[in-house]
């Protein structure tokens, strides 16, 4: 273990939610819910907002709606939730070049191994200064965690939501976990916390009491072994930059079970020409194809069949999924289908047993080329997510607040105006209504008002260290499992919905002029004094104060 708290998680506060509000002012201090809009959709993300109502992440979008039917509800924008990630991550890896991306919005950076930090009041500086830089290049708010551990730093992040720092010394660590609950370790999930409850083990105090042999008998060796060095608070795990892919998938949930076994296999096959597209996009190709169902009951079975060798082709996924499911009964119908890749490799050795039988067509290429003499087909319906980009040539830019019976209403407004912005209704086929890309959150500006790049924060002295990587950090995708959405309704929007509980947040007030940071200059013993930290001159998008909550999402977006 550390004897300084270097290890830093940052978790920015309900991302998705936080990042619709900050770039629609309409809906800035709402109710704010992001996720799939089908009858069996599931919250990705709540504002705090939400969660006053009790909507929390991983919930049955159904259920949501009826706990708060007045908040605005919204489908996700990966790419726009990516770019900010990476702007998020930079900033991470200006820190330390060991990194540990876990979502989009959350990481651990171990700060001693940059130079940033080195105990626990340059720890504490570097924390503060982190929060205030991701402010004012995103005009989000994110919560951090310090300790000597990553189990530590990621309750002492929790701890600080929202927008707030947690520091954890070495050696209280102990005292705090004791009267927790067993569900805060790392790996104890629902079966493995019930277990535990039945045997009379509901906090880390009484793992602690029960003995590492007793904890064996009731979870296993390997997981006991693990558990009891946890509630000890002994967590060695380092923080590793680049996390290995063991596997690449993709899966659909229907809104109506699908009954028709032709359907099914075409399903499937759909499913894996895109699991291909992901293989092939990183480079990859696997051995083991897998294939999930997901039943009428809510019964799941996966099947798999492993290849004589690594492949990326199409073709052999398809055939290999569709033996798959040759094996599983969908008599009573599918509500989920999955297939996926695992026994990866970057290279390729393709499989000739598998492709005997079928032609070798690559539909990744040729899935739109129309056979000689086939009819175009019917032009189709322009759809119009809720919550999407748009631009009007009379209006200019807006988001899309509802659509349905052939007419979407639109909010005109962008993320620098001050207040909510005018609607309007337009038919789905108006042709000056047009899809268009996110704004940024915060304008950025140089010497002459032109746009362009904030400078590099954190030039401090590291030790030992080479000049730090400027790349990006990869993309992280998330298995949400969200259901296609649907529209809202023509004349659904927003609700002036207000929590009503006690605020717990540190965040500055938005209402007040952008200042630069203020924090103390986080410098090395023996570092050139006269080497400062630039300022940051983009000014923070204004948000607004939020209501403390959490929720126990998994893969999902956090607050």
Not at 184 to 204: S, W, Y
Not at 402 to 409: C, D, F, H, I, P
Not at 416 to 436: H, I, K, Q
Request: aromatic residues 4%.
């Amino acid at each position: 273990m550390r004897t300084a708290p270097t290890i830093l998680h940052l978790d920015m506060d309900a991302f998705f939610a936080s990042a619709e509000q900050a770039s629609k002012p309409s809906l800035r201090g709402k109710a704010v819910v992001v996720g799939g809009l089908g009858p069996r959709g599931v919250v990705a993300t709540a504002s705090y907002e939400a969660r006053v109502f009790g909507v929390n992440s991983a919930m049955p979008m159904a259920q949501a709606r009826r706990l708060a039917p007045n908040a605005a509800y919204l489908v996700p924008r990966f790419g726009f939730y990516r770019s900010i990630s990476e702007q998020v991550m930079a900033l991470l890896r200006a820190l330390s070049p060991l990194v540990e991306p876990l979502s989009l919005d959350e990481a651990f950076v171990d700060l001693e191994a940059g130079g940033a930090a080195w105990d626990a009041e340059s720890a504490q500086l570097t924390g503060e200064r982190l929060r205030a830089d991701i402010r004012a290049v995103t005009g989000l708010t994110g919560s951090v965690g310090l300790a000597a551990s990553k189990m530590i730093a990621k309750i002492a992040s929790e701890r600080a939501k929202p927008d707030g720092l947690v520091m954890i010394e070495p050696g209280t660590e102990r005292a705090l976990l004791g009267p927790l609950s067993v569900r805060t370790l790392p790996g104890v999930g629902p079966a493995t916390g019930d277990h535990l409850r039945r045997a009379g083990i509901t906090t880390v105090d009484e793992i602690a009491e029960a003995g590492e042999d007793e904890l064996v008998r009731l979870v296993g060796k390997a997981h006991g072994h693990g558990l009891y060095a946890m509630a000890l608070a002994h967590d060695e795990r380092p923080v590793v930059a680049e996390r290995e892919t063991k596997s690449v998938s993709v899966e659909d949930t229907y809104d109506v079970d699908i009954h028709d076994r032709t359907r099914v296999g075409l399903e499937v096959q759909r499913l894996a020409d895109r699991c291909v597209r992901r293989l092939r996009a990183a480079g990859l190709s696997g051995r083991t194809i897998v294939l999930k169902v997901r039943r009428y009951d809510f019964s799941t079975l996966t099947r798999s069949e492993t290849l004589r060798g690594p492949t990326d082709d199409p073709g052999v996924v398809r055939e290999a999924a569709a033996r798959l499911l040759d094996s599983v009964d969908t008599t009573g119908g599918v509500r989920l289908l999955g297939v996926g890749v695992s026994g990866l490799a970057d290279y390729t050795q393709e499989d000739l047993f598998a492709q005997a039988a079928g032609e070798q067509v690559d539909l990744l290429e040729d899935e739109h080329t129309e056979a000689p003499g086939e009819q175009p087909a019917a032009p189709v319906e322009r759809r119009w997510p809720a919550g999407h980009d748009v631009r009007h040539a009379g209006f200019g830019h807006g988001w899309v607040q509802g659509s349905g019976l052939g007419r979407v209403t639109v909010r005109f407004e962008t993320p620098e105006d001050p207040g909510p912005g005018r609607v309007r209704t337009f038919r789905t086929d108006d042709p000056e209504l047009e899809p268009a890309e996110p704004l940024p959150l915060v304008k950025r500006e140089v010497e002459g008002g032109a746009a362009g790049p904030l400078p590099t924060p954190y030039p401090l002295a590291a030790r030992g260290t080479g000049e730090r990587s400027a790349e990006l950090p990869p993309s992280v995708e998330l298995g949400l499992g969200i259901a296609e959405a649907e529209p809202l309704s023509a004349d659904a929007g927003p609700a002036d919905v207000t929590p009503d509980g006690p605020t717990r947040s540190t965040a500055p007030d938005p209402h007040a002029p952008p200042a630069a940071s203020t924090a103390p200059e986080t410098r090395r013993p023996g570092a050139d004094p006269s080497a400062g930290l630039p300022q940051l001159s983009s000014e923070p998008a204004s948000l607004p104060k939020s209501w403390s909550g959490r929720d126990g999402g998994g893969a999902t977006s956090r607050p």
